[in-house]
């Protein structure tokens, strides 16, 4: 029992969520601004500090129908980078279609493209989690030295 980060990884903007396994619901926290890898893991160094996660979670972008694309090997990289970095589990949790169901409940609260943008990612990272509490999930095998 503890506490999980998850992230939904952009190359520019990564969007970050955190929630309790006894309690298995997500909230959104905050949004990473970072355009490198060195960037992101400084900025993820910070909230491993602040919340000691026992592990993380990232969203594993795919086609529509599963398939992976060029994104789907970044992300799983990243992971990788993530776990390395950390020495923490790292799970991947399917996030199709987590910006579109980001933007229709930030709509449905009344923002507008303007004042949701900066949140979507964030809202994005939430539903990646809770997916990841609602389904079961295995963590990324541990690289061999």
Same mark, same amino acid.
């Given at each position: ?11 520019? &903007? ?14 959104? =926290?905050?949004?990473?601004?970072? #355009? ?9 160094? /910070? ?8 592990? =993380? ?13 060029? @994104? ?12 390395? &970095?950390?020495?923490?589990?790292? #799970? ?6 987590? #910006? /579109? ?5 930030? /709509? ?7 004042? @949701?943008?900066? =949140? ?23 690289? #061999?030295?």
């Amino acid at each position: 029992m503890g506490t999980i980060l998850a992230f939904d990884f952009g190359e520019k &903007r990564t969007g970050v969520a955190v929630g309790e396994t006894a309690l298995g619901h997500a909230h959104p =926290l905050e949004v990473l601004q970072a #355009s490198s890898d060195g960037e992101r893991l400084a900025a993820i160094a /910070r909230l491993v500090e602040e919340w000691q996660p026992e592990c =993380l979670v990232i969203g594993r972008p795919t086609h529509a129908d599963g398939t992976p694309h060029a @994104m789907t090997a970044r992300v799983h990289e990243f992971a990788l980078l993530l776990q390395t &970095r950390f020495g923490l589990p790292v #799970s991947e949790a399917d996030e199709r279609l987590t #910006s /579109r169901d980001a933007e229709t409940r930030l /709509r449905e609260t009344g923002r507008n493209a303007k004042t @949701m943008k900066p =949140l979507v990612d964030a809202v994005a990272a939430q539903l990646i989690l809770q997916t990841w509490f609602d389904y079961p999930h295995e963590h990324i095998p541990t690289p #061999s030295a």
